[in-house]
């Protein structure tokens, strides 16, 4: 009896052992990789900036009164850093609005997509990933080109005679949206058609056949069982968005500064290391805030939905 | 008494996909179906029943003929603009809402009052009997309860026709037992037309007013749960119903409705017609085991034989003969302290058959 436990506890004891050994490696990495570098990060923003970039060895709080407040250059009094707040709330706006515009594009594509006979499937979304075969900087040219003052649309419009004088399209807040719609899309389309591919369709029948028109059906019976991958798309095209870099500054003209912009410009010509750290940990903060708001909603509204 | 027609179905064909690789899955199929009755669509899978049910509930529409509901055409109406709802075969509850939101769905969106909507709800719950349940998800209820919330979500808003898609199917033995109870019951309460389609011929003879026998797109016949045992008309019919003897013999003349059918033994037996059909030479002759008796060799039996087989069932027993023209027999006795089956394997024994018991295939 006592032996045949203490077997049993042994094997148990190498059971977790063994489970500690197969997921070591996955530790690892997510310690170095990520756990690390946020680590470092925050132990910047706590130190004194070096004249010529990098940190000197000394505690400051500088940094992150820096994030909110600035110091006047003529007169030396600190005032409010409403560029900064500025900066975070065009790039909150930005990601936003790329959010429902992917969303607006992605639910009827995904929706297309899971409608198509099973075959065919494959070949749509094959046809929704291939914007990521190529690199993010060369399809951002691509699209400068295609819209820019003499560039492929406009010579068109103009040799048509559909519109005089070309159209300004590059550098404008139209240009930004179509490159972070162009790049995110994938990323709304694909978690929305997963869940939606699991949608049973004799559902959708049964609300028809209870008196729900077209609307009804999409209303309260699609969206609220592929909420989950409304909820995952949205979380994915948000986030990287709200570190947009390279749409804004190529196709907007970097005329208006991101956050991304901005904090890359401290590491860079600002030689301000810890601002830029603290500015990152505030970013990575709103995003979190923004996730647990909108989770918190989305689970919310499907509760009521009745 | 004859009410009025609650769906007509004209020569309605429906295929499916294009061109040669068509699928014919109704082929001019006409029938009427009354108000108030509880009429069974019956056949073995692929038989066209579902698709019958679909076009009338709206989910796919003719390629040809009409479909009408009190005397109107029905068929460019959407399924949500009909007065029909339906009973899912895997009940398609809605898995985001609760039994009281499932149940109240239908009149919610016929726009009705919230108040109205929950007094009907706790109507229809009390209907099926499942009051207490009315706040639970419905994943958190069990299959028979699914199906009853099912039931009463579709009679609900009060459709005209209840259609029931093989409603009975994923449930267990004892549980569908009482279901078919539960519905006859239900139908006689609500006094709407339930158009029910299922694969299971016992279920459909039990429940049943009366019964269109479907194979290949085709309904091969209508009558009540006595006309379509009693008196199968076609091959099909008897073979998918019950357990049939299938006798050859020519008609020898006929008579009121009734021909006089000699066996290849020589014996002769009165046999009912199908309806307009006067064959005359070879026909096929259906008894069906139970109305058939066990009697001694020889003297009045119709059929003489060799016992084969003795099969106890509890309640009867199968006894299979093997004829001394050919061909197998079955007679099934009931059980009796009275009338204990005396032959054994290896017996010569006879057949009796009654006046009233055969019937004439139409083919």
Known sequence: MTAAREVSEAAERRDVRNRWYLTAPALIII?????????????????????????????????????????????????????????????????????????????????????????????WLFLVTIPFWTNLLIRTFAIQELIRRDGIINNVLTGLGIVDEPLQMLNTDFAIGLGMVYVYLPLMVLPIYASMEKLDFRMVEAGYDLYAGRLAVLRRIIIPLVKP?????SILVFIPALGAYVAPALLGGGRNMMISNLISLQFGQGRNWPLGAALSITLMAIVMVALLVYVRNASRSSARAH | ?????????????????????????????????????????????????????????????????????????????????????????????????????????????????????????????????????????????????????????ALAPQPKVLLLDEPLSALDYKLRKDMQIELKRLQNETGITFIFVTHDQEEALTMSDRIAVMSKGHILQVGSPREIYDHPAERFVA??????????????????????????????????????????????VVIRPEHAQVAPAGGRATLNGTVENVVYFGTDTHIHLRLDEGGEFIVRQQNSRDRPVTVVQGDKAGVLIGDNVAQVLRD
């Open chain 1, 31 to 123: 310690m170095l990789a990520a756990i690390g570098p946020l680590f470092i990060m925050v132990v910047y923003s706590f130190l004194g900036k070096g004249d010529y970039g990098g940190v000197t060895a000394a505690f400051s709080t500088d940094a992150w009164f820096g994030v909110l407040l600035e110091r006047d250059i003529f007169d030396d009094t600190l005032g409010f850093a409403d560029a900064h707040m500025i900066i975070f709330w065009r790039s909150v706006r930005l990601a936003g609005v790329t959010t429902i515009l992917t969303l607006l594009l992605g639910f009827p594509t995904a929706y297309f997509i899971t409608t198509r006979p099973e075959k065919q499937r494959d070949i």
């Open chain 1, 229 to 233: 991958g409304i909820i995952a798309g």
């Open chain 2, 1 to 153: 008494m004859v009410s009025a027609a609650a769906v007509e179905a004209k020569n309605v064909t429906k295929i499916f996909g294009v061109g040669q690789d068509g699928v014919r899955a109704l082929d001019r199929v006409s029938v009427t179906i009354r108000e108030n009755e509880f009429f069974t669509l019956l056949g073995p899978s692929g038989c066209g029943k579902t698709t019958l049910l679909r076009l009338i509930a709206g989910f796919d529409f003719p390629t040809e003929g009409e479909i009408l509901l009190y005397g109107q055409d029905i068929a460019p109406l959407p399924p949500y603009k009909r007065p029909v709802n339906t009973v899912f075969q895997n009940y398609s509850l809605f898995p985001h809402m609760t039994v009281g939101q499932n149940i109240g769905f239908g009149l919610e969106m016929l726009g009705k009052p919230k108040a109205e909507v929950d007094a009907r709800v706790t109507e229809m719950l009390r209907l099926v009997r499942m009051e207490e349940l009315r706040n639970r998800k419905t994943s958190q209820i069990s299959g028979g309860q699914q199906q009853r919330v099912a039931l009463a979500r």
């Open chain 2, 239 to 284: 073979n998918f119903i019950g357990e049939t003897n299938f006798l050859k013999g020519d008609v020898a003349g006929i008579a009121g409705g009734k021909a006089d059918v000699r066996l290849a033994g020589g014996t002769a037996v009165a046999a009912t017609l199908p309806e307009g059909f006067a064959p005359n030479g070879g026909v096929t």
